[in-house]
């Protein structure tokens, strides 16, 4: 999986992440929920009973057209290298999906929401799956020379 | 109202995420690669959003109840348990492999890159079964009737 260097971005990363962090707060004070998307996505397509999913479609909805709509006002916006080999895309969707299921949180659940609230459940997560995280980019470029 | 407030919460999460270049899985991986072509803008991500939420969030508990439901309903569970350590351990393997995250997925949606069409259904399918797992005997809490 050869794809290429990226440029370091501080301060479009940091708007972005504010963004991010501004979408929660809207999560929280509309619908008193965390805004993590695998929950939302779990609860939009019926798969836990937590209450209204009318709002976590639209959410989900708002996700997919976020792109399209940035591309209008900024065609150049979206530089986008996909890993390219399907089998491995299948099984890498396959454990973030068990994974964050059985683990209750994603990036955002657990490390934007989970963090925000000082939770030392959240951070013992995010610990543990950016760790696995790293160790497995390490091992697919380093060891195995990807 | 509420899937008109739930679309507006997704769009400002996904815009953040693509002016965030998180879209881009290419640019997650290269923050993975610390020995290598390390690009820490994910960093400054989760800064700009944990802080937002965190300020925002003690603005939006000020109130009795969010404005759209009865009450604030967020996670109440302390436990670093096993369900927990396994999945986020799982994900972060699907992380490192395939650069993407449930919410960067769905952004990258619209873009139809190859890899994202495998990924995304794989995802689902495992939140799907993810949610099955945590019913197993091995990830239930310990000293309590199964």
């Known amino acids: 999986m050869l794809l290429p260097p990226t440029e370091f971005t501080p301060w479009a990363s940091l708007f972005g992440g ?24 779990r609860s939009a397509l019926g798969m836990s009973g937590a209450g209204d999913r009318s709002w976590r479609i639209a959410f989900v ?28 895309m299948i099984g890498a969707g396959l454990l973030v999906g068990v994974g964050t299921a059985l683990g209750s949180g994603c990036t955002s659940g657990h ?8 939770s030392a459940r959240s951070l013992a997560a995010v610990t543990t799956f950016v760790g696995f995280a790293m160790l497995t980019v390490f091992l697919i470029r380093h060891v195995f020379g990807g | 109202m509420r899937p008109l407030l739930g679309l507006l919460c997704g769009l400002v999460f996904g815009i953040g995420l693509v002016v965030a270049g998180m879209s881009d899985p290419a640019k997650v991986l290269n ?26 969030y ?33 994900f972060g393997m699907g992380w490192g492999i395939g650069g993407f995250c449930p919410g960067p997925a769905w952004t990258a949606l619209p873009l139809l890159a190859p890899g994202t069409l495998a990924f995304l259904p794989a995802m689902l399918a495992g939140l799907w079964l993810g949610g099955r797992l945590q019913a197993l005997p091995a990830f239930q809490p310990k000293g309590e009737p199964t």
């Open chain 2, 58 to 90: 003690r603005w939006a508990w000020r109130r009795t109840a969010p404005a759209m439901m009865d009450r604030f309903d967020v996670p109440s569970s302390s436990a670093i348990d096993r369900p927990l350590l396994v999945g986020a351990a799982l």
């Open chain 1, 111 to 118: 490390g934007v929401c989970g963090l925000a609230r000082l």
């Open chain 2, 31 to 56: 923050f993975l690669d610390v020995s290598g072509v390390w690009d820490p803008s994910l960093a400054f991500v989760m800064g700009g959003a944990i802080v937002t939420a965190f300020v925002g």
């Open chain 1, 18 to 41: 504010i963004l991010i962090g501004l979408s929660a707060v809207m999560v929280m004070a509309l619908f008193g929920r965390i805004a993590g998307i695998a929950g939302i996505s």
């Open chain 1, 61 to 88: 909805a708002g996700l997919v057209a976020a792109p399209v709509l940035v591309s209008l006002v900024d065609p150049g916006a979206i530089a986008q290298s996909v890993p390219s080999s399907l089998p491995l």
